[in-house]
Structure formats: structure tokens, C-alpha cells
């Protein structure tokens, strides 16, 4: 597989751009006209600097409003491309990509672009040149691939061929089926950009949603199932115009990019196994069973103040690590509850978490079923490995970089992994604490800037077998927060990515405050919140307080028995239901700089996490904490 990516998708200047593509080790790179123009070196020293970066350059492109001109701008377009000619053989390539006619003059007719593409077949033969002709989903007379195959069929020559961007045919709705006709080797280069679903016009839905494979929501696989079909084995290409990409991390998002074409390519080779499918191997998507621990790094103040709040809660501590200040929290459930593991080591990873964020739940661990296949997937995907030293007796567990380079540990069944708590752990001994009934991690909430959820987005979705759920909106009094769900099917990982767009959400001021994504909250499943709530009374567990407005507001709207209404109001809890089912959320106060608890019980099937209540816990979070940009103390 040859990848390659357009200069456009990425900020900065070309020479930003290139190292960044070298550094994701890309094959080759489009070079987008507007790029060199706006650079200040010859062709021949960018031709030079590209290839000094072990790149090739797979297209030049856009030549604009080329086919099907009256005279005299027929003569000019004519003229136009043989200036581009001599520019790309200083540069070293031999592609341009001609993009179909937006121009009012063009005047349309298949056989009149058809020729005008055989003489320009002819003029680049004589340069061993190539040229491939692209339909724009806006094109004047020409938006459809199928269309524009017909012309490149008709030019015959073979210096003239079909260039298939995903986005133009995915956008219009047209049939990839259609695809799997073309002969392979008359395509001449495939672009790949996916988008977000939107009702808008099309240039511009194209000229600023674009983003990588994976990472919106058209049919990729099935446009590139297709591509595959017709035996093209050339470059893929992204081609990503995305203001948000333009703004961001060169470096960033060109890993993105390499990674949503290795998956793209991953699951097309499983979904077509009779195509030979050049794609490095690696293990399928991983299936995730559950999560096993998370671990907050703190000091011992206020490891001794998390764990009073645990206690209100119903955990308590049952283990220490045989050599380090760890201590393992537990909670219920026959298949393990849940552990909450509190690390308050002077040195190594979880200290140095501590230092700069502050108390955070810097970890993870996941229950997979081979921890080391999850990490060989994961790394094929360009993921960052984890590794820490570790003393005899300790287990080497396999783990990669997450959010806000916290870590993400995977724990097994078939190793000594599922013994980890025995083996690196000793019992404290047992204290007559009460279980308030909370049995599992329902959802895990990072919180993030905006800009980073495309990336986690498709770090999460390419190496776990998961979804993610439409974005939603969440109002928060200081502003938008975009919300976005990741989740297996059968709920064992679900993920709540909280994208903040400034400082004065309370996810933006969690940013803020403990400098970096990081894990902004915990739900706990149990499955009688109305019990669960009147265990953690006499624990002396603090509820967030809801208004009683909400209260009144819930009866309108459910129609709710007055007996459960009143429950729920009395231990301040939250209330949604969906098609299938409903669901009941209680939130703790804040803890730290805006960390918090959750408790949740789903009944009958329930899918969602309550988007509807989170504007008016977040409201009441804001009353509960310090006012925004007031000292600390
Ligand atoms: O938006 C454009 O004009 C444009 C140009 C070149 C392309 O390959 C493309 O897909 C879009
Ligand atoms: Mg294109």
C-alpha cells in the first residue's frame, strides 16, 4: 500500500508540512498548487527537499476549467497546461490532476471533453507526463465519477486516466457499485477524505468538513471495497480540507491521517478477503471486556481525601502493593466490581502525572481478551507504546498512551495478567465497610479541547471494536461543550469524549486547572439507584444538589408516579428515558479541580447517558464550586 497525503490537509508551511508527512512515514505527498506558490524556493529545490524527506510526490494538482472551453479560452487552457507541464518536470512528477469545469463558459458534452482530453493526453505523452481527471461533486457539467469515466474512456490514450476522490462520490449519494467496472489500472490515483454527515452545500461541506477516514460518517469502507475490486493498487491519497486542520498540529494530525488509512485498509482486507490487499498485518479491532481498574496518581493528602469520598461511596481499601504506595479500592460484583487503584509512589509515570496535573485518574485498564495483541494492534496503528520499569514480582503489563498522555494498561485471562491483584497485591485486613450496591464502571468521560476529539475519535475506533454515537451539543453556561459517545456494542467500554471550546465550561476550566485532557469523570453502575442513594446518605456520601425546578420539569415531561418523583428529588437524582428504557444519574460534588463522580442505574436496555440532564447538573456544579476566575483560596 502506497500513502500518500495533499500538502492542504495539514497547517503550516511546506516545509512543516513535509517533515511531518516524513515523520508519519508517508509514501508521497500531493502537492497542492497554492502551497509552492506561496513558497520561496524554485521547483527544483522543492522537488529536492521532497525527495530529501524519502518522499515522492504522487500529484500536482488542481488544474481548474480545463475541458470543453470555446476558443479562444480553449487556446489559453491549452496553454495554461503545458506551463503546468514544465512545472512539474522541475518538480519531478509526472500527474496533474484536472478537476471537471465549474466555469460558465464550459459547455458541456461528452465527446467535446473527451477530445479536448485525448489532444491534452497527447501533449503529455510527449513529456511523459499524465494527467487524471477528477469529477467535483459541483462540477458545471460534470459531478459524477461515472461521467467523468465515460470522458477519460472516450479520450482513450493512456497518458489520460480517472482520478476517484471519495468525498465527490460519497457526498452526491452515488453508487459505489459502480466503481468495481472501472479497470483498475485506468484510475489513475485515489483521494480519500470522509466528513460528517451535514445538510449544506456541497463546495462548501467539501472545502472546510473534510476529515480522515473513519473520522466522519460516509461509507469509506464500501468506496474503498470497491476501489479494491477494481485491482488499482496506487497511491491513497487523503486529501483533507478542514479548518480545524489548518489550525492544528502538522505533526498530529498527519499520524491521524497514517493511521485512518492503515485501518481503512485493515478492514477492507477482512471485509474482501478475496482481494489481495497490501496492508501491513496486524490483530483485528479488539474486542473490549470490560474495565478492570483505573488508577488516580496523587499525594497522600489528597490520596486520604479521595478516599474518604471513595468510602461515602461504598469502596474501601482491600489491597496494598507488595513494594509501592499503592492501594488497591474495591467495590461488589461477583465478576470483580470494580477497583479503583490510588498511586502515591515518589517516582516514576503516576508521580510525574501528579506533578504536572495534579490528583487525575491518569490510567486505565482494560479487560481484553489477549492484552498483547491489543498493543500489537494498536502500535501497527501508530499508537504510542507504554513502558515502565518494573521490580521482580511486579508483572509487565502491556499498555499504551492515551488522552492527555495518561496510559491505558490491557489485563487478559490468558496470562498471569488476570492474577495481577494477587500477585502484586497483599489483602489489607477486612473492615466491615457497607457495599452501596455499585457493581460496574458504566462510562469512563474524558475531557479534551475541541480540536483533539477527531483524534481520539479515531484512536479509540480503530483499535477497539466500537462505534461512536452522533456528537451532541451539551450547553453549559460558560459555553458549548460537544460530547461525543464511543462504545462497544454490547456496552462494555463506553467512553463520553467532552470536547470544550473555552475556558469558562466547567470542562474548559478542568483543562485549564490540571493542564491537559485527563479523565474528567467515573459513572458506577448500580442496579437500584433509589437504595444505592440511601446507603450513601448514611455514608455521609454529598450529592450534587439538583433544583427543584428540574423536578417539576420532569414531571411535565414523563408524567413520572408521584411516589418516584419524590424519591428521586429527595436523593437529588436524574431522570431520562429512552425508546427502551430509562435511566437514573447521581453525581457527587466536585472533587479537586472540577473531578467528579457519577452513579447510574439503566433499566430495561436504556442506550444513552442522559444528554438531555447535563446542562442542569452542570449548572448545578458551577454553583457548587468556587466562582470561575475567583483565587483559589
Ligand atoms: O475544492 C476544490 O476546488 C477541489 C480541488 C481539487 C480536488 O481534488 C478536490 O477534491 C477539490
Ligand atoms: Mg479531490
Known amino acids: 500500500m502506497k500513502t500518500s497525503i495533499a500538502t492542504v490537509s495539514l497547517s503550516g508551511d511546506l516545509r512543516e508540512k513535509l517533515a511531518a508527512i516524513a515523520a508519519a512515514s508517508f509514501d508521497g505527498v500531493e502537492i497542492f498548487e497554492n502551497d509552492f506558490l506561496a513558497f520561496d524556493g524554485t521547483p527544483a529545490e ?22 470543453g472551453l470555446p476558443e479562444p479560452q480553449r487556446s489559453r487552457a491549452f496553454d495554461r497546461a503545458e506551463r503546468k507541464f514544465d512545472l512539474m518536470q ?78 465527490h462520490t460519497l457526498a452526491r449519494g452515488i453508487d459505489v457499485e459502480t466503481i468495481r467496472a472501472i479497470p483498475g489500472d485506468r484510475i489513475f490515483i485515489v483521494q480519500l477524505a470522509d466528513a460528517p454527515r451535514m445538510e449544506m452545500d456541497l463546495l462548501q461541506w467539501s472545502r472546510h468538513y473534510r476529515n480522515m477516514p473513519g473520522q466522519g460518517e460516509l461509507p469509506i469502507t464500501d468506496f474503498m471495497r470497491a476501489v479494491a475490486a477494481t485491482g488499482y493498487n496506487g497511491p491513497l491519497s487523503l486529501e483533507i480540507f478542514n479548518d480545524q486542520f489548518r489550525g492544528g498540529s502538522p505533526k498530529t494530525i498527519a499520524i491521524d ?51 474518604m469520598l471513595l468510602s ?42 501528579y506533578l504536572v496535573h495534579g490528583t487525575n485518574a491518569y490510567a486505565l485498564g482494560i479487560r481484553v481478551e489477549d492484552a498483547q495483541a491489543t498493543v500489537a494492534r494498536a502500535r501497527a496503528l501508530g499508537a504510542e507504546p507504554f513502558e515502565q520499569k518494573h521490580r521482580p514480582g511486579e508483572l509487565a503489563i ?21 492474577r495481577v491483584w494477587e500477585i502484586e497485591f497483599e489483602a489489607l485486613p477486612e473492615r466491615a465497610t457497607k457495599s452501596a450496591g455499585l457493581v460496574a ?24 471494536r466500537t462505534e461512536k454515537l452522533p456528537m451532541v451539543d451539551v450547553v453549559d453556561p460558560g459555553g458549548l461543550v460537544r460530547s461525543q459517545v464511543i462504545e462497544s456494542e454490547d456496552g462494555a467500554l463506553r467512553l463520553t469524549l467532552n470536547g470544550a471550546e473555552n475556558r469558562k465550561t466547567l470542562a474548559g476550566h478542568f483543562i485549564a486547572e490540571s493542564f491537559g485532557s485527563s479523565i ?91 444528554a438531555a440532564n447535563a446542562p442542569f447538573r452542570i449548572a448545578a456544579q458551577k454553583r457548587a464550586i468556587r466562582p470561575l476566575g475567583m483565587p483559589k483560596r
Open 90 to 167: 522541475e518538480l519531478g512528477t509526472d500527474l496533474m490532476l484536472v478537476c471537471s469545469n465549474v466555469s460558465p463558459a464550459a459547455l458541456g458534452g461528452i465527446d467535446r471533453a473527451a477530445a479536448d482530453f485525448h489532444e491534452l493526453g497527447e501533449r503529455a505523452a510527449k513529456r511523459g507526463l499524465r494527467v487524471g481527471y477528477e469529477a467535483l461533486a459541483w462540477g458545471r457539467h460534470i459531478n459524477d465519477h461515472r461521467d467523468a469515466w465515460e470522458i477519460v474512456r472516450r479520450a482513450n490514450h493512456p497518458n489520460i486516466g480517472l482520478i476517484l476522490d471519495s468525498f
Open 398 to 418: 502491556p499498555a499504551i498512551r492515551g488522552v492527555g498522555g495518561g496510559v491505558i494498561y490491557f489485563i487478559d485471562s490468558r496470562s498471569e495478567l488476570a
Open 312 to 353: 461515602s461511596m461504598g469502596f474501601s481499601p482491600q489491597a496494598r502493593h507488595r513494594s509501592k504506595d499503592v492501594v488497591l479500592w474495591r467495590q461488589g460484583g461477583a465478576e470483580g466490581g470494580i477497583n479503583i487503584v490510588i498511586n502515591t509512589e515518589r517516582e516514576g509515570f503516576a508521580h510525574s502525572s
Open 46 to 67: 522543492v522537488g529536492a527537499m521532497i525527495r530529501d524527506h524519502g518522499l515522492e510526490i504522487t500529484l500536482f494538482q488542481p488544474f481548474r476549467d480545463f475541458e
Open 257 to 307: 491521517g497514517k493511521r485512518s488509512l492503515l485501518n481503512l485498509m485493515d478492514e477492507v482486507r477482512r471485509a474482501e478477503p478475496a482481494l489481495a490487499i497490501d496492508v501491513p498485518a496486524m490483530p483485528d479491532r479488539v474486542q473490549v471486556e470490560g474495565v478492570e481498574f483505573v488508577e488516580f496518581a496523587a499525594n497522600e493528602e489528597e490520596a486520604a481525601e479521595l478516599g
Open 520 to 610: 474528567q469523570h467515573l459513572a458506577f453502575r448500580s442496579e437500584d439507584i433509589v437504595a444505592t442513594a440511601a446507603v450513601l446518605r448514611k455514608l455521609g456520601f454529598k450529592p450534587l444538589e439538583i433544583s427543584p425546578n428540574y423536578y417539576d420539569d420532569l414531571e411535565a415531561r414523563f408524567g413520572l408516579e408521584s411516589s418516584l418523583l419524590e424519591k428521586l428529588k429527595v436523593f437529588n437524582i436524574l431522570y431520562d428515558r429512552d425508546e427502551a428504557g430509562e435511566y437514573f444519574q447521581l453525581y457527587s460534588t466536585n472533587y479537586g479541580e472540577g473531578f467528579f463522580f457519577e452513579i447510574v442505574e439503566r433499566r430495561a436496555g436504556y442506550r444513552g447517558y442522559g
Open 441 to 464: 464502571v458504566d462510562h469512563v468521560a474524558q475531557t479534551m479541547n475541541y480540536e483533539e476529539m477527531l483524534t481520539w475519535v479515531l484512536f479509540y475506533t480503530s483499535i477497539f
